[in-house]
């Protein structure tokens, strides 16, 4: 090989970033526990009684502390992490809003928020999951900084020019533009909005992320604002990330939302939508309106690019806990089963199984350690679903397979995914003499398997389910009882390992940035004259 040739070649392989990116494929078969990091686990030796949520401070965890506390989130069976934004964050004086200990007040992307620990921490982190088979998903905001006046000092930011910010104006959320260009916060705490269009800062954030995913080996991103940032930023973005995105898109529109997921868009958003259906159709007190659920499948299937690759969420940081809004605990576990075994990725709040009851920011953002990670029901609700969920995803087309509704009624819904028929009710505990007919493709007296209580469910005459509420109205997943085999639930056997094992190879596809191609080009050129 010529001098010029072997240059070529090395330049090439300098080129080409070792992103291991875990692609939406893979993903599509995760459950995701979500952290706040500073409110997860302590480290040992600190102060476990001074952490009340309204005074909005820092209370002490860190990468560290979750690293060591990951046991309880893989035995509920979880496949991924969700953690909040790494980046630096403001470190002047306390606000009136108190102190950045959630991660989003942003000040130079760029550089770690040493309060949560040390490059070799997030390094180890993240490598610690891995080794359990486990995704990282980390928090990433590129749509501000955080202010304390509307004049700021750009000096600390990563980017320091007036030309890569928004003029100041004030949010109109019927405006698209306004949307886009407008500050989010207000006059106490402004939020100076980055000027996503100018070249200089795609290209910084470009390089940043790029080397952010492959400094700390993250698998996915989940995109805070999302819909506060021009549109075509995303595909530049995500791209030079070369993992999975899943964004924030607030609100409860479908079409609004949908336009967010595509090749010209994210790969995913959080499901703000099915939110609010499950809102209207499950909370006590509440409209109870089933087919607002029903409604919902039949748009996101219409107007979603790929409806099961949506976030399923019924808590997060930015909304009051679901306890907050429904005073009976099983609608939690209606809304749960839903989330699970339907269309879309699962997401659980991290407290949400230990029925923390806060309302808006900052009381949904409490300390777990008070809770002790009790074993609770809720916690033993998800790791069934959980189980469940990772055997049909890694022995059926279960989580490619689209969601039917077999049923709606005043009392609840029915859904078809794959062979399993799932039923959600929202009468609340109190037993009722009343029950939600449901008719399956399945033929008469197919023994079917309640996976959350092992009971047999016998298929009645023209495939019908009859599900009766006279012990209170818990969910029910059905699923043909000789299909249970390798599962390891109600007594078969599990073939495998005990714990989740990721299907993902070691090293995923590469992501070629543009100077790669051109090396690529350039070595081809070369050796013709070899």
């Known amino acids: 090989m010529s001098h010029a040739a072997f240059l070529a070649a090395a330049l ?141 000092d750009l000096s600390p930011y990563m980017f320091k020019e007036q030309s890569q910010y928004h003029p100041y104006c004030v949010m109109d959320y019927s405006n698209t533009t306004s949307e ?33 995913v492959k400094e700390y080996n993250i698998d996915g991103l989940r995109i805070d604002a999302a819909k506060h940032v021009n549109i075509d930023f995303w595909p530049v973005f995500c791209g030079s990330a070369g993992v999975f995105c899943i964004g924030e898109v607030f609100g409860s529109d479908v079409e609004d939302t949908a336009l967010f997921q595509g090749s010209n868009a994210l790969d995913s958003t959080l499901n703000y939508p099915m939110y609010t259906a499950l809102l209207n159709a499950f909370t006590i007190p509440g409209p109870q309106n089933t087919s607002a659920v029903a409604d919902m499948i ?78 609770t029901t809720t916690y033993q609700l998800m790791t069934t679903l959980n189980q469940f969920r990772n055997f049909l995803v890694n022995n059926t087309q279960w989580a490619t397979t689209p969601t039917q509704v077999l049923t709606t009624s005043p009392y609840g819904i029915a859904t078809l995914k794959g062979d399993c028929v799932s039923i959600m009710t929202n009468i609340g505990s109190p037993p009722q003499n009343i029950s939600i007919p449901v008719y399956t493709p399945y033929s008469a007296s197919t023994s079917l398997t309640n996976i959350l209580t092992c009971r047999q469910w016998p298929v009645g005459s023209n495939g019908t389910i009859d599900a009766q509420y006279s012990l209170g109205g818990v969910p029910l997943v059905l699923y043909p009882t000789a299909l249970l085999q390798g599962s390891g639930l109600c007594g078969n056997p599990h073939t495998g390992s005990t714990k989740y094992v990721s299907s993902a190879l070691p090293i995923h596809r590469p992501v070629v940035s543009l100077l790669a191609l051109l090396f690529s080009l350039l070595l081809g050129f070369l050796s013709c004259f070899m």
Request: aromatic residues 12%; hydrophobic residues 35%; glycine residues 6%.
């Open 298 to 375: 039949a748009q996101e299937a219409a107007k979603f690019k790929d409806p099961t690759l949506l976030g399923n969420f019924v808590e997060n940081q930015d909304i009051p806990r679901w306890a907050n809004i429904s005073v009976d605990p099983q609608s939690l576990y209606n809304v749960m089963v839903f989330n699970f075994m339907t269309d879309g990725i699962p997401i659980v709040y991290y407290g949400q199984e230990q029925s923390f009851s806060g309302n808006s920011d900052p009381y949904n953002r409490e300390a777990m350690w008070p809770s002790k990670y009790a074993n």
């Open 180 to 212: 886009e260009r407008c500050w989010l916060g207000d006059t106490v705490v402004p939020l100076p909005d980055l000027n996503t269009e100018d070249p200089t800062v795609v290209a910084g954030f470009s390089n940043w992320i790029q080397s952010l």
């Open 12 to 152: 090439l392989a300098f080129a080409l970033p070792l992103v291991h990116a875990a692609t939406a494929d893979q993903w599509r078969g995760r459950s995701i526990y979500q952290v706040i990091i500073d409110r997860y686990a302590l480290p040992d030796g600190a102060d476990p009684n001074q952490c009340p949520p309204g005074t909005r401070t820092w209370c002490g965890g860190t990468w560290n502390s979750l690293r060591q506390n990951l046991d309880y989130i893989q035995d509920a069976g979880f496949t991924a992490v969700w953690i909040s934004p790494v980046s630096q964050n403001y470190e002047g004086p306390s606000t009136p809003y108190g102190d950045p200990y959630h991660g989003y007040w942003i000040a130079d992307a760029s550089q770690l928020n040493s309060r949560f620990g040390t490059s070799d921490d997030l390094k180890n982190l993240s490598d610690e999951l891995h080794r359990r088979g486990m995704y990282l998903m980390v928090d990433i905001v590129v749509n501000d900084v955080m202010a304390t006046s509307l004049t700021p």
